[in-house]
């Protein structure tokens, strides 16, 4: 299965595309897509410029937690900076 994500434009936020067509910053909300699906769907959110930049399919298991070789780089992507605790978004909690 495939999730959409991208950085929502405004203030940079990792983002996944809602089964309500809307952006999430929370991967359990993410809509789940085949592979067959995921293709159109991903084309789809590159037309949406105005909110989101860099869209791409990342792979994700039926309860919507990431697999595969993206699930760390994800994780980190959205944490923020590795090499800096004071900045991002772990600065905040």
């Known amino acids: 299965m495939k999730a959409v994500t991208a950085n929502r434009l405004d ?4 983002v996944y595309l809602g089964d309500d067509d809307r952006w999430t910053p929370q991967l359990g909300a993410a809509a789940r897509f085949g592979d067959d699906d995921a293709t ?3 084309a789809a959110a590159h037309l949406r410029v105005k909110e989101i930049a860099d869209a791409y ?4 298991d039926e309860a919507g937690a990431l697999t595969g070789r993206d ?3 994800e994780s980190i992507r959205k944490a923020g900076p ?3 605790s004071d900045l991002g ?3 905040g909690a």
């Not at 203030?11 to 990792?14: L, P, R, T």
């Not at 399919?57 to 994700?60: E, Q, W």
């Open 11 to 14: 203030d940079g936020a990792v």
């Open 40 to 42: 159109s769907v991903l």
């Open 57 to 60: 399919l990342v792979d994700v």
């Open 71 to 73: 699930a760390l780089r």
């Open 82 to 84: 590795s090499v800096r």
């Open 89 to 91: 978004y772990q600065a």
